[in-house]
Nanobody, 116 residues
């Protein structure tokens, strides 16, 4: 079993910054990728950013240039640095990990609210 624990969500004003953290624990042998998804009210869950084992990154167009995903392999932790936040960034953010076995695990989510 693998557990993901997110932290860092909260309320921030537009233009501000937040950093989300996600620590993975449990039976982690090999990680293909880690990432962040978000889901706003009435919207489909969407990929925000991901980082692969080769440290390649991908971002949603809506956050490109504002968000940075990083990974600490020693701590099995993935981060999402969010800058220049906009009200439309308001959503529940979910950490995800894709193991080399093909199994995906999800965190419980952390709420990010950006006020105008």
């Amino acid at each position: 079993q693998v557990q993901l624990v997110e932290s860092g969500g909260g309320l921030v004003q537009a233009g501000g910054s937040l950093t989300l953290s996600c620590a993975a624990s449990g039976n982690i042998f090999s990680i293909n990728a880690m990432g962040w998804y978000r889901q706003a009210p009435g919207k489909q869950r969407e990929l925000v950013a991901r980082i692969t084992s080769s440290m390649s990154t991908n971002y949603a167009d809506s956050v490109k240039g504002r968000f940075t995903i990083s990974r600490d392999n020693a701590k099995n932790t993935v981060y999402l640095q969010m800058n220049s936040l906009k009200p439309e960034d308001t959503a529940d953010y979910y950490c995800t990990i894709l193991l080399s076995s093909g199994i995906t695990y999800w965190g419980k989510g952390t709420l990010v609210t950006v006020s105008s």
